[in-house]
């Protein structure tokens, strides 16, 4: 088994996005390059050197409408609900491409993030509740899928781990995966002023947008192709990176730590 490397698997990425891309252009439906990916095409016009991942989201009506006539013979879509739900949004995966990410059980194929945005209240005590909630359900939905507690080192912090761990299966995944899906409901898409990433939030309130300057979708080159992006794009950056075109530090430029390799491979 041969791994691939990065750049083999941000063009395999690629690829998804791109498929993704024809999918929602051919269907009429609306999203934009997020995260980490929509800071690489403002930044790079491309993927950030050392990232190894792709993110889009939609506004919740698109998003639905997506699952809904998704349909297609190399790539497919996770759960996000239900029995066999992994996270509370979707991700876009390619059979072809198979991953193991160290120290974390995940999903078996190569993916891109797709994440739904919702509504948002504009009194900022209600919105900050909801990311402290948004927060804790990720926690317990990544915690429950490391491997073992030696990521933690010292004997204290891995009884403190060992604790949470006993807390993340009493509480259950799947009700964190359902909490998380109703709070991002909470708020009707149509009918708020501001939207944002509820189900993941891993950026919090800072993430908030104004629905009508979201909506205002253009387009931006990423790895030498116009991908849509929010009208808001510059607001949403400064919004959870700050002084987003400011390189971190080199210790601070990590990946997630993905092995991958094409199916059929020889282990």
Known sequence: MENLTLKEIQFAEFKILEEFDRICNDNNLRYSLAGGTLLGAVRHKGFVPWD????????????????????????????????????PFLKMMDKSIEVQEVGFNEVSNLWIDVFPIDGLPSENKKLKKIYKKSSLYRKIIVFDKWKNLNVYGGKHNKLIAFLIKIY???????????????????????????????????????????????????????EGKKFSVM?????????????????????????HGIKAFRAGDEI
């Open 231 to 255: 009208g808001c794009w510059d607001s949403y950056l400064r919004g959870i990176y700050g002084d987003y075109m400011k390189l971190p530090p080199e210790d601070k430029r990590i990946t």
């Open 52 to 87: 190894d991942d792709i993110d889009v989201c939609m506004p919740r009506p698109d998003y639905e409408k997506f699952k809904k006539i998704f349909k297609n013979e190399q790539f497919y879509l996770s759960d996000d609900k239900g029995k066999y739900s992994i996270y």
């Open 168 to 222: 993340v299966k009493t509480y259950g995944v799947k009700r964190a995966i359902k909490n998380s899906i109703r709070l991002a409901l909470k708020h009707d898409y149509k009918k708020s002023d501001y939207v944002g990433a509820i189900t993941w939030g891993c950026y919090g309130v800072g993430e908030r947008m104004l629905k009508s300057e979201y909506e205002q979708f253009t387009e931006m080159e990423f």
